[in-house]
């Protein structure tokens, strides 16, 4: 999430969206993701799916959310050992 929080349940989300201002949660992002949470946390199966979609889209708007690494950081490349022929 932008502010560094993580959400893994959809409890979660719905305390995420329930601290949004009372100006955000009624715009038209925010009340179709809350109707999908709603549908999602009593039947399940595709809701789940599409309820983190609309969660996205309201969260990040027409941005798309970050993917993998967001902060540019390098990380640990694996097998890249040297040998001692290579020295």
């Known amino acids: 999430m932008p502010d560094g929080t993580t959400i893994r349940t959809i409890g979660e989300a719905a305390e995420y969206a329930i601290r949004r201002p ?3 949660r009624n715009t038209e992002p925010w009340q179709r993701a809350a109707k999908v949470l709603h549908e999602a946390a009593e039947h399940g199966g595709p809701f789940v799916f599409m309820a983190r979609i609309n969660f996205y889209r309201a969260v990040y708007g027409d941005q798309s ?3 993998g690494n967001p902060q540019g950081k390098k990380g640990r490349k694996w097998g890249k050992r040297k040998l001692a022929r290579d020295e």
């Open 22 to 24: 009372k100006t955000v």
């Open 65 to 67: 959310p970050p993917i």
